[in-house]
């Protein structure tokens, strides 16, 4: 009865959210044109993952604890094809103009650890308080201009942003057309260095500008276009004179933009040749749970955040990546909240990665390496590259129903790659439908990475591919 009882609320839930998608899209609250990243074949790219990782904030040499056996891992049994790498100004120019290869050497390792395992690579240029000074990390020493203010740690973490040093240090930064403008121009030379060390490596998919910008004591909504699109703008053009075509991601402001409230960024330029490169990176953070609530299944913060998404995204016509969400799976629903985020970002069309893969706390996995509740939600149906226009897809977790349709378009190559977690979720196995006659398309399954390949042929074609597990 138990049992029962539970797949009963798991199928309400299920139609509560489909209900709700459905109400959305009617009143056009997705984004009327998305877009997508794209790799050298033309596919469209859907990228799911974590980021690696908290812990390098304070690990002496900025790194993370991950191996290549744990990166296997990912790819292998949880099907993941991204992730989001933190790495540091502190670490990368502890001098000014002065460049730590040493360092860029370790991050390269774990770039080629990635690519052993076909996974994209996000470099973050992470920054939580400004500096390592304040309790954060970010920012070198040298670069920490307080003007001799007070920075004393407050609880929670983030209420330290508040404090004067911290706010001073981020405004003297931000400011161009004062004395302090070396800051500015010594990071932006910084992103130029790394994006000319690592613009060749094949799965190194995009540069996230800066972690959570934050706009000091110039408030909402003054801050993203007085300061954050003038600076965005001069570090593209400096990683654009060494580096035409890697995707640069930009976020918008975190304070409040995080939890759902609408951006006030304007329209961010690529000074690139060709059509611009640029992703939109928001974090996605319900503040009761951010400070350990519960998640009792409301979707009210889901429509506010998705809503104010998509008016950005047609506004800045930028394909959409999650770059950080989360929870802790020891508080209650925490499951049915990755399950609800996951089926969300798959009708926004939206590619993500958790924060983050650090064992324990808000982990995929335990302290002692054993996977978390977390890692079934996680591990999903989902189109890792689509060989087209992809119109929508969706993976409902309840029913193990999925849907991909996407239109031919001349010029794009390779198979569209869909991940079936066949071990984990279909040990019955599952059953494939395509709409298209049987000439048209070919099927390839690769068993051990679960990996499905259409390779499709034929132009302007409209398909419609549906998994659902097999019947007994």
Not at 23 to 41: F, G, H, M
Not at 243 to 261: H, M, Y
Request: glycine share 6%.
């Amino acid at each position: 009865n138990n049992i029962s009882k539970e797949h009963s609320m798991r199928v309400l839930h299920s139609v509560l959210l489909l209900s709700l998608i459905f109400v959305l899209s009617a009143c056009k609250i997705v984004a009327e044109k998305p877009r997508y990243i794209t790799d050298d074949q033309g596919r469209a790219l859907i990228l799911h993952g974590l980021n690696t990782s908290s812990s390098a904030k304070q690990h002496p040499q900025r790194l993370s604890w991950i191996q290549p056996e744990d990166i296997e891992r990912e790819a292998s049994q949880w099907g993941f094809n991204f992730v989001r790498l933190l790495i540091f100004w502190d670490a990368i120019e502890p001098s000014p103009g002065v460049y730590d290869e040493h360092y860029l050497n370790l991050v390269a390792e774990r770039i080629r650890w990635y690519q052993q395992q076909k996974m994209y690579v996000l470099l973050d240029m992470h920054q939580d308080l400004y500096a390592i000074q304040f309790g954060g990390d970010g920012a070198p020493g040298w670069a920490v201009v307080t003007d001799g203010l007070s920075a004393k740690p407050r609880s929670p973490w983030w209420l330290t942003y508040l404090e004067p040093g911290v706010t001073r240090s981020f405004d003297n930064f931000w400011r161009y057309d004062g004395s302090h403008s070396y800051l500015q121009d010594h990071y932006a030379a910084m992103w130029r260095h790394v994006a000319q060390r690592f613009k060749d490596e094949p799965n190194v998919i995009g540069y996230d500008v800066m972690n959570e910008p934050y706009g000091g004591s110039l408030a909402w909504p003054l801050f993203e276009p007085a300061w954050l699109k003038p600076f965005y703008e001069r570090v593209i053009r400096k990683i654009r004179s060494v580096d035409n075509d890697t995707w640069i991601f930009v976020e918008p402001q975190a304070l409040g933009v995080n939890f759902g409230v609408a951006s006030a960024l304007p329209v961010i330029k690529d000074s690139r040749q060709g059509e611009k490169r640029l992703v939109y990176a928001p974090h996605f953070y319900p503040p009761l749970l951010h400070e350990g609530g519960d998640y009792n299944g409301d979707l009210t913060v889901f429509k506010s955040w998705a809503s104010a998404r998509a008016r950005e995204l047609d506004n800045q016509q930028m394909p959409l990546v999650v770059g950080e969400f989360g929870i802790n799976p020891q508080q209650k629903g925490s499951t049915q909240f990755i399950r609800d985020v996951t089926q969300f970002a798959d009708y926004m069309q939206a590619g993500w990665a958790l924060w983050s893969n650090d064992p324990g706390s808000w982990s995929p996995t335990d302290q002692h390496g054993n996977e978390t509740a977390l890692v079934d939600e996680l591990v999903r149906v989902y189109p890792r590259a689509i060989a087209g226009k992809p119109k929508t897809y969706l993976y409902d977790a309840n029913t193990r129903h999925f849907t991909l349709e996407f239109i031919t378009r001349k010029g794009i190559t390779g198979p569209t790659e869909i991940y079936i977690p066949e071990r984990r979720h279909f040990p019955e196995g599952w059953t494939l439908t395509v709409n298209v006659p049987k000439q048209f398309w070919r099927q390839h399954w690769d068993e051990k990475r679960e990996i499905l390949s259409l390779i499709t042929k034929g132009d302007d074609l409209r398909y419609r591919v549906e998994i659902r597990p097999a019947r007994k």
